[in-house]
């Protein structure tokens, strides 16, 4: 254990990926959705596999018990990488990552409905509390009217499709718990980067020739993409999750500070206000969790 450090790298991670999403936020507009997704996956798995193999864990990334646990969980990730960067695309960076945190708050339902995990009033008084944050945030774009029609408004299907795409996400986190009773943490990150790639691979007909910036772009995003998830990985080995998960809530500053010195965005007061209620929600949760960690360990 180093806690410092465990926490230093969780910092650096959330800053990795503020800087992947804004890369995200810049060419979403410009590049074909799937080959953004095909980046992200394929060239996150070059980092990944390079630090495998150094510390010796490449051939146990490969080896898995249940194969299809690891395409189920591939699936509903890879519907929520298109629907997050879809959202990305269309929404200012800040407004996309905070909506993105509804994402701790559907998993702790998940887990009551599908795991069986026992909740107490406590955590539902925090979900409840944390939904209405996103929905204090969602309000400028709930004008749903229409969101059907071919000229529908892009930053409300981007808001729609940030929030069911948190919903995917939380599912993909369920179905890793489910995994990590028999599979190590190398062949989930690997096999999940595979089947994301093949997923953006299905949809290269829609592809374009990007010119040298986009390359570098999309390049950059899989880069980081890999290397922060190698930090946030290490960050949970150096220091308990307890101590390492707030830090979560960086990424919002980040986005917040890259939002508007790259694209001039200035965040609404209700994003702030909608902002404030998912962090204290979710602060919370972390903090119940600590709370029960302690309890258990005196039985």
């Known amino acids: 254990m180093n806690i410092t450090n465990g926490i230093l790298l969780k910092i650096i991670s959330t800053l990795?990926?503020?800087?992947?999403?804004?890369?995200?936020?810049?060419?979403?507009?410009?590049?074909?959705?799937?080959?953004?997704?095909?980046?992200?996956?394929?060239?996150?798995?070059i980092p990944i596999v390079l630090v495998y193999a150094?510390?010796?864990?490449?051939?146990?990334?490969?080896?898995t018990k249940r194969p299809l646990g690891h395409v189920?969980?591939?699936?509903?990730?890879?519907?929520?990488?298109?629907?997050?960067?879809?959202?990305?695309?269309?929404?200012?960076?800040?407004?996309?990552?905070?909506i993105s945190f509804a994402t701790p708050l559907v998993t702790v339902?998940?887990?009551?409905?599908?795991?069986?995990?026992?909740?107490?009033?406590?955590?539902?008084?925090?979900?409840?509390?944390?939904?209405?944050?996103?929905?204090?945030m969602l309000l400028?774009?709930?004008?749903?009217?229409?969101?059907?029609?071919?000229?529908a408004p892009q930053q409300t299907l981007g808001a729609v499709m940030g929030l069911v795409g948190a919903i995917c996400v939380a599912?993909?986190?369920?179905?890793?718990?489910?995994?990590?009773?028999?599979?190590?943490?190398s062949a989930i990150v690997l096999y999940f980067s595979l089947i994301c790639a093949v997923g953006g691979l299905l949809t290269i007909p829609e592809?374009?020739?990007?010119?040298?910036?986009?390359?570098?772009?999309?390049?950059?995003?899989?880069?980081l993409g890999g290397v922060s998830h190698i930090f946030l990985t290490e960050s949970y080995r150096l220091a308990p999750a307890s101590v390492v998960a707030p830090f979560d809530y960086m990424s919002i500053i980040w986005a917040f500070v890259l939002g508007y010195a790259l694209f001039g965005e200035m965040?609404?007061?209700?994003?702030?206000?909608?902002?404030?209620?998912?962090?204290?929600?979710?602060?919370?949760?972390?903090?119940?969790?600590?709370?029960?960690?302690?309890?258990r360990a005196k039985v």
């Open 140 to 151: 400028p774009y709930l004008d749903l009217s229409h969101l059907w029609q071919r000229e």
């Open 72 to 98: 189920g969980r591939g699936l509903v990730g890879v519907l929520g990488m298109f629907l997050n960067f879809a959202a990305l695309a269309r929404l200012p960076l800040a407004d996309a990552t905070v």
């Open 171 to 185: 599912g993909a986190v369920v179905q890793t718990r489910r995994l990590t009773d028999t599979e190590t943490t």
């Open 207 to 223: 592809w374009s020739m990007p010119d040298g910036w986009q390359l570098a772009a999309l390049i950059s995003i899989g880069v």
């Open 109 to 136: 339902v998940l887990a009551a409905l599908v795991l069986h995990e026992q909740v107490r009033i406590y955590r539902w008084t925090a979900v409840a509390v944390g939904f209405l944050g996103v929905i204090v």
């Open 267 to 295: 965040p609404t007061r209700l994003v702030f206000v909608g902002a404030l209620i998912v962090t204290g929600a979710g602060l919370f949760v972390v903090w119940r969790e600590w709370q029960l960690g302690i309890e």
């Open 16 to 45: 990795l990926f503020a800087l992947m999403s804004a890369a995200i936020r810049w060419i979403g507009q410009s590049v074909p959705l799937g080959e953004v997704v095909f980046f992200r996956s394929a060239f996150a798995i």
């Open 54 to 63: 150094v510390q010796g864990r490449l051939w146990s990334a490969f080896r």
